[in-house]
Structure formats: C-alpha cells, structure tokens
C-alpha cells in the first residue's frame, strides 16, 4: 500500500510563490531531479520547484544537504551518482528539500546570499538529458494497444498472441539515442516495400509515429543471476519520465519478422527533463487491470504498482496551431513497470543505475485515448483533421508534446513536456 509522510501533505506551501498556483507541475510535494546549465556554465543537478530550478550543487556546497558525506553528488553532468546511493538516502535527501523549501522555514529563505545564488529562473536555464541511459529496454504492455495492434494486422478474434497475458513482452532498444525534450528528430531512412513491390527501396521514412509512455528509471542495481520479486523491483525504481519512442511504421513492417523492431526504432527516443521520484508518486498508486489469465507467482503483485496518471498528446501540424489528439491514464497498463523489471531479472540478467524501461504504448479503452498516430488513424483509414490540414503520420516540421500529471486536488504532480520537432 502506499507510504505517505509529510512530504506528501496537500496543505503544505512553499516560500517560493510560484510553487503554490494549484496549476504548476512542480509544487512542493513533487521535488523531481533534473540536469541543469546557465551561461554555458557547467552542468550541475538541480530540482524544479514552481517557475524556478533549485540548484542543489550550491546547497551542497554549502552543506544545506550532503546525500553523500565528504562527497559531492550534484556538481556532475548526470543524475547516476545520487541514484547509486542507497534508497534511503534519497527520501532523506527529498525530505531534506521538502523541509528546506516550506513557506516556514528560514534557513534558505531567509538567507538572501545563498538564496540568490542557489534558486535559478527556470526560463534562464538549459535543461539536459537528466541521466547517463545504461541500457534502454522498451515494453509492450498496453492490452488495449496490443489488441488494437493485432486486430490491424492479424485476426482481429485473436488479437494478443498466446504469450501476451502471462508475460510482459520487450525488446532491447538502443541508449545511445535517447534524447531530452526539445530535441529535433530527423526523419529516418530505411528499407521499405509495399506488397505490391518484389524488392525493397531504401528511402525516407513515410509511416513516422509516436508511441506515448511512461519510461521507469532503475537507480538501484541487482547484480547478474539475481531474480528480484515485484516489491524488490518497484522499491528498485528511483523515478519515472514521459517517453516517446517515435516509431517508423513502415521500416518496422519489412524488418520485424523474425527478431522484432531494430533500425524502426532505434533512431530516437525523447524523454522529459525531470525525473519525478517514485516517492513523489505514493498517494497515486493504484491496481493493474484485473488479470485475464493467472499470472506465474514471480509476477504477482501484493500491492497497487500502477499510477493514476493523466496524460495527453499536442500535436502541431507545421505553423498550424497546436490540438490535443489524445487523452488517458497510465493506470489502464496490463503490466506494471515493477512486473517490467522483475521479469527482465527473471533470467538473471542484471539490471544497472540508470537503465531505462520504456512502458510501451500506453492506449485506453476508447479511440480518443489511442497512445500512436497507428491506432488514432487506424493505419490511415481514418486521417485526424487538425489545423493545418489532416494528418495520418508526421510530415516533416510537425511537433509532438507530451504532458502528465497526477492530480492531487489542491496541486499537481508533473513531469513537464516531453517534445520533439521532425526535421528532414
């Protein structure tokens, strides 16, 4: 069940104003971690909190926090050093923040200097990739995305394979093209071929899709030939990000069969700038869909590994004006990413700081909560009318924004965008 302290308290505010609009993503009880830079200057570990970035490499130095001792953790280009250090390290370090951030504490507030210097204007800052990706692992664990799926291009009275409900299906994808919001993707290139072609061409890619998800962040490693269970493996996640692993329908079609997705999906996957802790999530936690078949004992789950997670879709067509194409809920995913990742130590293959696990496409029950252009449209059957004209996939110049939040009532638990603008 979930573990609430202080930090989640809804009545609790912030000295800094902007924190405490009921609207902003990063009120004092989120508190998620990011990779930062001003100037050009180096990049250093920060925390969002309302309109503002808390620079905690400063308030280490100042001794305001010391999640590692003698050691320093936050003056790095990356998140991973904090991570590796033990879970209980980095509630005491969130609860630590929290503290120092409430409307009636003076020990930062109050200090004019250090305050100056530590609390940066989010609009004056660079966001960067918030972590150093280990290994990137991505998932297929919508039922209702994988029903529509199977319904598209095999039989539609068998849609899941016979594997689908008993484990969660994934591929290793590649790290080395993970990218931070805001970054521009450059349409790939590829095999294609149509059914009406006995050979394929090599081309740009004219099927390009997003795939809307939720991406898990391992901080706590496991080592090789060790299976950890459900609980092991969510107290194993140190927080999540929104994930578009955009998607070349077309390469993916010719290349799949026999070994999966390879050059369909390796060429980009964006991610949001924070990492919104898994602490910050608690109060929003609730159960996976109800089983259709018993799940093997190793990936059964005695409590609520799922988020009540809102989450939608901005397209925007070339210079046309941005429109909402999708809306849903994390909370429909079949698998959880605890399952993802004690499935993935199931054979004992190691898991390591920073590794990434992408939850697949995250579709709902309805046609307006359809996590990919592939669904919305119904393969182009059925093209989207939005303005600028009516799109089936992306053309080059058209940008994609993700969002999610937990509500809270009184605030707001969010990750902030998650974008991408095609480019030829």
């Not at 579709?363 to 393969?379: M, Y």
Request: aromatic content about 8%; glycine content about 8%.
């Amino acid at each position: 069940m979930p573990h609430l302290n202080r930090t989640h308290d809804p009545s609790r505010r912030s000295w800094v104003e902007s924190a405490n609009t009921g609207t902003t993503d990063f009120p004092i009880q989120n508190l998620p971690f990011g990779v930062f830079s001003t100037g050009g200057g180096s990049l250093r570990v920060g925390t969002a909190i309302g309109d503002y970035i808390l620079d905690l490499a400063a308030i280490e130095t100042a001794g305001l926090v010391r999640p590692a001792g003698e050691a320093t953790v936050f003056a790095a280009d990356r998140l991973n050093p904090f991570m590796a250090l033990p879970q209980s390290v980095w509630l005491a370090t969130r609860a630590r923040l929290s503290e120092l951030l409430d409307r009636d504490n003076a020990t930062l507030r109050d200090d004019t200097d250090l305050r100056h210097r530590a609390l940066i204007p989010m609009a004056d800052a660079t966001l960067h990739l918030p972590f150093f990706v280990r290994s990137y692992t991505d998932f297929y664990a919508s039922k209702e995305h994988a029903t529509n799926v199977g319904s598209m291009f095999r039989d539609p009275d068998n849609a899941l394979l016979p594997n689908w409900l008993h484990l969660p299906i994934g591929y290793n994808g590649r790290a080395s093209t993970v990218v931070v919001s805001g970054t521009e993707i450059p349409r790939p290139h590829g095999q294609l071929k149509s059914p009406a072609n006995d050979r394929p061409r090599f081309a740009p890619c004219e099927k390009l899709d997003i795939e809307l998800e939720l991406g898990a962040v391992v901080g706590t490693p496991s080592p090789m030939g060790t299976r950890v269970s459900t609980a092991d493996a969510y107290d194993m996640i140190f927080g999540y990000v929104l994930l578009n692993d955009w998607s070349a329908r077309d390469i993916q079609v010719w290349e799949y069969q026999p070994l999966g997705p390879f050059q369909s999906k390796a060429f980009a996957t964006t991610i949001s700038p924070w990492v919104v802790t898994r602490e910050a999530l608690e109060p929003y936690r609730v159960n996976t869909p109800e089983r259709l078949q018993p799940l093997l004992p190793y990936l059964e789950e005695s409590d609520p590994n799922n988020f009540d997670l809102d989450l939608e879709v901005e397209l925007t067509a070339g210079s046309g004006a941005p429109v909402t194409i999708t809306r849903t809920n994390y909370r429909h995913m079949y698998y959880s990413a605890a399952q993802q990742l004690a499935h993935h130590t199931s054979s004992g293959c190691a898991m390591c700081t920073g590794d990434l696990l992408g939850s697949g496409t995250i579709s709902g029950p309805t046609k307006d909560s359809f996590g990919s252009l592939l669904e919305l449209t119904w393969n182009g059957r059925d093209p989207l009318t939005v303005p600028g004209g009516q799109r089936v996939f992306l053309e080059d110049s058209d940008s994609v924004s993700i969002k999610g939040w937990c509500d809270g009532g009184r605030h707001r638990i969010g990750f902030g965008d998650c974008a991408g603008r095609i480019v030829s």
